[in-house]
């Protein structure tokens, strides 16, 4: 701990002190709001005027309310948490404060990069360590590696080309072999300092030039004259490349930072959580990362896995923990209207369904029903691989709302779903006598102005629809319970838009994206979550295959055979974005020799290009059996129900995600017959066919995710389907760091249990708001 943190620690109780304490209590907070604003803006990184003038204010308003500028300081220094003790003192007296080495250009060009402050600059980790306690040889420098090497300048000068420029040309000898060293830019900086004699530990890419190795502006140390050699042996932080900002310019900016500040930042996590979990000190931690002991595993540095960088991750992990517990706070203290769960019309309605509820689906509905109960609204997250049986419980919390005088509106990404959802709720839920209304984009104009009239009159329980749902101008004053199915599909405005239709109703989100739960407890923190893992009985897992496309003749026998009896099939091609057409014209040509390969039989073709009516019919007509195969380009039906549906092909199935792969097999044996999926792939790495294998190994979509997760990175498989889902972490990797998700979340219950609105930790609070704010709104739909 420095000198300046405990003395900042101290300092609290003094300032309210010669404020007149509690009496003035609001008062102090004020001034404590506006001090914190100015001093926010004071601790950018290159101040400009505005912020002076915001800081010399609070100092005014200080000043007016009795306190002695000196005073200020110390407030500075405790709400200011990076200010130095000479910052305030300089900062008053107008002088412009500054990091050394950032103008108001290099401030520009790391306020593009989202590096605004010296917070920011202290938390812009490392994205590698390059190890220089290896000293190499230089006779043994190899040509396309990097490398690290000591000796002395034998030779130096400025040489001139053609073309008016010039370079400088340094030879440095460590007595087994010399080498050359060429400057392009920069010339003066080294020239002076790079004669004969000197001394210098060099770093970089050793290249060819004609028969000799040479190195283009190599990192340079210049060591003493009397020191040894190997007397610096050093692990060395790299940076991601920041534009405008050379990669050394920027190494020296962080380390003079964290030389300065590193002592002086706040924790947030508790020092007694810290401890307890073996976390380094966040002083030392800061120091450790950017200016790393030559002890430490230069691996463990790499992997961001030292006790150093832990403690860091745990910091911001615990600030998006204490931002999640706000947002459930702030969301349970609305008010919402209890529903009739137990009311006999909802037992009614699981006897009357054709089938027994699992009892994965029955502690799941006790999980939702309790939570309908309540007075606040439900914000539920139900995550149930593809065929669990989700809509049913969708469909009991309808029946509790109509029981309780209250709307239903469900929301479904595509037409499809939605109609099949109609369907199914009608074959249900209207035999108990709830009427339901249908509303897509392609709903003629007279059916809408009923359905309108209709829901007017609270003639209609459950409304189910697409996007129409949410642009269509009608209130549902009485709209008691929405469920929104794949709800990733949808932004946070869309699923907004819904709730806002009525007050505060329960919310049931529905997702077949497993979710690993490393990842569910930072996505979804905020939300409770219920997942479906069994699923009905009778099903047999899909048998899957990965075929290369030598042996894609097997897929048409096992088409041909499923074909023979009487069953449907689905063949699936990619849509990559950027090669649209090519795919569109793979599937075409894919679906010609389809329709010339089995005579006789009607072959269906879907894709992007169709709008939402052809779409729609011809799903309408592999529903019912009447088209056999469909050959399709996309992946958008995921929730679509053809029980007579046993086979999926996937061509180029390599271009696929994990969890897309286990996503699209779940079409598959949906009824009682047994489903087949055979992906055929192209094994051009073996990594790509060891990620597949896990298809044929596991039907667990929870296993698969996992897997997947590790496979590419949380980012990755976030950025597929999960995208805006989860807060942008600058530290944390899930994959990495998932085991200090617990002690974050703990830690932030711990701190909020104590003090629910973070009033006696204002700088937390704030930090929260200005880390996260806006972006907190996943998830949750009111
Ligand atoms: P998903 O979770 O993928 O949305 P669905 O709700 O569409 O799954 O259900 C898949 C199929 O399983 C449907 O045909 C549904 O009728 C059936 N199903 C749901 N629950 C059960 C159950 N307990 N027993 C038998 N079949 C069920
Ligand atoms: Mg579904």
Known sequence: MSQYSSAVRGIRAPLEFVLGGSERAERVRELQQTLLAALSAATE?????????????????????????SVLEPIAKRLGPLLDPDYARRALSQETVKIPGVGPK??????????HRIEDLLFFLPRSYEDRR??????????GHSACFEGTVTRSGVVPLRNGRSFLQAVVSDGTAAVQLKWFRGIAHFQDRLKPGARVLVAGDVRRYRYAKELHHPELEFLNRDAPLGSLPRIVPTYSHVEGVPPRTMRRIVESTTKYAADLVDA??????????????????????????????????????????????????????VGLELRRAQFSRRASRPLAVAHPGVQKAIDALPFKLTSDQERVWREISSDLSRAQPMNRMLIGDVGTGKTVLAILGAVAAHASGGVTAVLAPTEILAEQHFETFRKLAQPLGLNIGLLTGSTPAPQ??????????????????????????????????????????????????????GENPHVLLMSATPIPRSLALTVFGDLDHSVLRERPPGRSPVETRVIPPEAARQALDALREALARDEQAYIVYPLVEESEKQDLKDASRGYERLVRALPGVRVGLLHGRLDGRERLQTMQEFAAGRVRVLVSTTVIEVGVDVHNATLLIVQHAERFGLAQLHQLRGRVGRGQLPGRAMLISEPR?????????????????????????????????????QAGHLPELRLADLVRHGELLPVARAAARDLLSKDPELRGNPILRTSVEQRWGGRLDFGAVA
């Open 134 to 143: 290896e000293i190499s040889k230089i006779e043994e420098l190899q040509v």
């Open 45 to 69: 990184l290159w101040i400009p005027q505005e912020a002076k003038r915001r800081f010399s204010d609070a100092a005014q308003k200080i000043a007016e309310n009795g306190v002695a500028p």
């Open 106 to 115: 290099i401030a520009q060009a790391l306020a593009r990069k989202e590096i």
């Open 268 to 321: 947030w996590l508790p020092e007694t959580s810290a401890r307890r979990h073996g976390l380094a000190d966040l002083g030392e931690s800061l120091r450790e990362v950017h200016l790393p002991s030559p002890h430490l595993d230069p691996e463990l540095l790499r992997e961001r896995r030292t006790p150093y960088h832990l403690r860091l991750v745990a910091e911001e992990l615990l600030l998006l923990q």
């Open 685 to 721: 790495t073996e990594d790509a066919s060891r990620r597949l294998a896990i298809l044929e190994a596991s039907e667990s979509g929870f296993e698969i995710a996992e897997e997947d997760l590790r496979i590419r990175g949380a980012g990755e498989w976030l950025g597929t389907r």
């Open 448 to 501: 809408r102005r009923s359905l309108r009239r209709l829901l007017a009159l609270g003639e209609i329980a459950i409304v189910i629809g697409t996007h129409a749902l949410l642009t269509e101008s009608f209130d549902l004053p009485k709209l008691a319970f929405v469920v929104i199915d794949e709800q990733h599909r949808f932004g946070v405005a869309q699923r907004r838009a819904l709730g806002d239709k």
